[in-house]
Nanobody, 120 residues
Framework: QVQVVESGGGLVQPGGSLKLSCAAS????????MGWYRQAPGKQREVVAT???????IYADSVKGRFSISRDDAKKMVFLQMNSLKPEDTAVYYC??????????????WGQGIQVTVSS
């Protein structure tokens, strides 16, 4: 079994910063692409940022220059540093990891989601 857990969310004022962390544990052989997604009330889930095994990153236009994704393969973790936060960044944030659990069984695993609220 694989568990994926996010942490670091909360309430922050506009212009502030938060760092989200996501840790995977369990029967993990290799982690491939990792990413952060978010879903605001009444909206569809959208991709925020992704990072591959070569540490190449892709960002949504709405967060470019403000957010930074990184990974620690030894610890099986992915991070999202969020700066200059805006009220429109308010959402539930989810991490997603593509994981090989052995015997060529590769799948996408999601965390339970963590709330980020940007408000004064």
């Amino acid at each position: 079994q694989v568990q994926v857990v996010e942490s670091g969310g909360g309430l922050v004022q506009p212009g502030g910063s938060l760092k989200l962390s996501c840790a995977a544990s369990g029967n993990i052989i290799t982690t491939y692409a990792m990413g952060w997604y978010r879903q605001a009330p009444g909206k569809q889930r959208e991709v925020v940022a992704t990072i591959n095994t070569g540490h190449n990153t892709i960002y949504a236009d709405s967060v470019k220059g403000r957010f930074s994704i990184s990974r620690d393969d030894a610890k099986k973790m992915v991070f999202l540093q969020m700066n200059s936060l805006k009220p429109e960044d308010t959402a539930v944030y989810y991490c997603n990891l593509r994981i090989d659990v052995g015997l060529a069984d590769v799948g996408d695993y999601w965390g339970q989601g963590i709330q980020v609220t940007v408000s004064s």
